[in-house]
């Protein structure tokens, strides 16, 4: 025995080793393609700048331009009429001068007038003598010194540190799972978080291979989170979180693995009656049963050879997927759950469609009879509906009946703690108590369903909801508040 210990131990550690050298292999590829995905979007980034500054600079450069244009237009205007005034000036001039040799005073006076006019009106004396313009460009220098110390200073972004997962605030119930983590230091750039969850049936660190996809949450702004509505089907939970800020995303937290236990079990297809179609977690009354194709088989082997049809045996030849069915027979149309309960504290819902005619929900030991209805046994509980011509609903066991005066619910929850021996039945939505059985549990226990006119729908994966463990806490507080049916007359 210890060296079976010892084996056992051996290989599990081997099988954590192998599981860590697929996520070292792993890891490395990770490394090879994020390298790789990194220098293609710094190349993107520079090439991004180049066109930035090529685009700066030519706009820049056709600034300069454009003043340069400006400027030599308005010096070469201001040129142009100083041209004109200087050849008016020295025509006056020449004027001015051939007047100073005439004789005659009257005509002299006359010349000297005209010439006087004509210089006030001159344009020579109304132009400036100062240029427009400088012929200075500094107002379009530049000057990169600030700019080229911040590209120099140019790093790669701070990615954000990883989250720490607080496992003492994180909170497993009513199919829900709370998460909570922190920051390992203050980090105001962060802008928002991710968190990432996957179903795994294996305890310790993830594992690369045989496990389902990462879930994702995104744009998550508090440092808690809650996973509602999950089905718990496998045992744990892996989850992970990574911060964000609105450039770059951080590395993951250090994954955590969180146990979700639930009772999960389908309906067995090999224990159901014939008229009954069975397919995972959904149950239909089928009135045909196979029985009409048998009749007409039966009727052509009557004409051919005059012998009656044969009867239950006919039902070998049916396809193999319900060759099977026949646990159960007459009117016992009930199917069981293919998992039975042998300890602790379960819970599941039924769901009847709105057409039901009649349904049974409840336990059962595996030696209920192809003949036995649930409830008519010492080996079976249950609630039973009737919806023909009125609805009845009652509690069930060892044919024994109690009448249950409350409505009947659209949903039936069923909590099962088998060591404490309680078999109690609830309204799934508002969690109230609708029946209680209290004995002892001898045997593993079935889950168990009746159906005519109609179908069922189960839901498993459940956990106990926290509602109904507080009831069952204040049940269990109150003496002679049990229910039972042994009781009965």
């Known amino acids: 025995e210890t060296l079976q210990r010892i084996v056992s131990t051996l290989a599990n550690k081997n099988d954590e080793i192998h599981n860590f050298i697929d ?206 509505g999950l089905k718990f089907d496998t045992k744990y939970m892996n989850l992970r979180v990574q911060a964000c800020n609105k450039a770059v995303a951080g590395e993951y937290s250090d994954p955590v693995t969180l146990e979700t236990k639930a009772f999960v079990f389908s309906l067995d297809s090999t224990s159901s009656h014939l008229n009954l179609k069975v397919e995972d977690t959904y149950v239909e ?80 030991y595996r030696n209920l009879g192809k003949f036995d209805q649930l409830g008519k046994t010492s080996s079976s509980w249950c609630i039973h509906i009737n919806n023909w011509l009125q609805t009845t609903f009652s509690a069930k066991h060892n044919n024994k009946t109690k009448t249950l005066d409350i409505p009947v619910p659209d949903r039936i929850g069923v909590y099962c703690d088998f060591d404490g021996g309680q078999l109690a039945f609830y309204n799934a939505n508002s969690k109230e108590l609708l029946h209680t059985f209290r004995t002892k549990f001898t045997q593993p226990l079935l889950p168990g369903f009746m159906i005519w006119c109609g179908g069922l729908t189960v839901s498993t994966g459940l956990q106990v909801p926290s509602a109904v463990k507080t009831l069952q806490k204040s049940e269990n507080g109150l003496s002679g508040s049990t229910s039972s049916l042994n009781n009965i007359a």
């Open 285 to 364: 009354w089928d009135p045909t049963g196979g029985k009409g194709q048998e009749k007409i088989k039966g009727k052509e082997n009557k004409s051919r050879s005059g012998a009656p049809s044969p009867k239950r045996t006919s039902f070998s030849t049916r396809p193999s997927v319900r060759g099977s069915r026949d646990h159960f027979t007459g009117e016992s149309y009930t199917v069981l759950g293919d998992t039975a309960v042998e300890s602790g504290q379960h819970y599941w819902e039924v769901r009847a469609q709105k057409d039901c005619k009649s349904y049974s929900v409840g336990v059962t």
């Open 23 to 228: 996520m070292l292999n792993h890891t490395i590829k990770n490394v090879q393609v994020n390298s790789s995905n990194a220098i293609s979007e710094l190349d993107e980034e520079f090439d991004g700048l180049y066109s930035i500054l090529d685009e700066m600079k030519g706009s820049m450069a056709n600034a300069i331009q454009q003043e340069e244009a400006r400027k030599i237009q308005a010096l070469q205007d201001q040129l142009s009429q100083c041209s004109n005034a200087l050849e008016s000036s020295e025509e006056l001039l020449e004027l001015a001068a051939q007047s100073l040799d005439i004789k005659d005073p009257v005509e002299f006076l006359k010349a000297a007038r005209q010439i006087k006019d004509r210089v006030t009106m001159a344009s020579a004396f109304r132009i400036s003598l100062k240029p427009k313009v400088s012929d200075s460009m500094t107002h379009l220098m530049v000057d990169f010194t600030l700019e080229r110390r911040m590209l120099q200073a140019v790093k790669f972004l701070p990615v954000p540190k990883a989250p720490e997962i607080d496992l003492t605030a994180c909170l497993v119930a009513d199919n829900c799972i709370t998460v909570s983590w922190r920051m390992p230091e203050e980090d105001s750039r962060i802008d928002h978080f991710v968190l990432e969850y996957r179903k795994t049936n294996f305890d310790g660190l993830p594992r690369v291979k045989d496990e389902q996809r990462w879930e994702l949450i995104d744009y998550i702004k508090a440092t808690e989170y809650t996973l509602s």
